[in-house]
């Protein structure tokens, strides 16, 4: 603690102030310290990594198409109506190791006929469905 007389009043006036320097300087010692004394862990984690996929041994994709008109294309064979498109969904969700859905409507197509296929497909319980953009008629 350190005494300081104040210029100027009477010479019986004192001011205390508190020196913070030490206090400081404990303040930031004490951290390091702490992180210094923190034990090491040796222990590991041991994680399994998938290796590269062969082309053997990833799945089948069915592909569904979805034109400007609402037809509906599985694998460049045109399906008739909405029950022959649930059957087939239903074999394919029946299959193990159940093959992937690529999903691949028309830029013009109707918002309803994408949504009639998602919804049939999520109904069954189909679980990969991916949508990407139709290939470019040539």
């Known amino acids: 603690m350190a005494l300081a007389l104040r210029k100027g009043g009477s010479d019986d006036a004192l001011m205390v102030d508190i020196n913070t320097t030490p206090l400081i300087d404990v303040m930031l010692v004490l951290p390091i310290m702490l992180i210094v004394t923190i034990p090491?862990?040796?222990?590991?984690?041991?994680?399994e990594m998938p290796g590269e996929a062969t082309p053997a041994a990833q799945k089948a994709a069915v592909k569904i198409a979805i034109a400007e008109d609402g037809s509906i294309t599985w694998d460049d064979i045109v399906l008739p109506d909405r029950a022959a498109l649930e059957g087939r969904l239903h074999e394919m969700v029946q299959q193990n190791p159940q093959p992937d859905l690529q999903l691949m409507p028309d830029r013009l197509a109707k918002y309803g006929s994408v949504a009639t296929v998602l919804a049939a497909a999520q109904r069954l319980g189909l679980s990969g469905i991916a949508i990407s953009e139709a290939a470019p008629e040539r």
């Open 40 to 47: 090491i862990r040796t222990d590991a984690v041991r994680l």
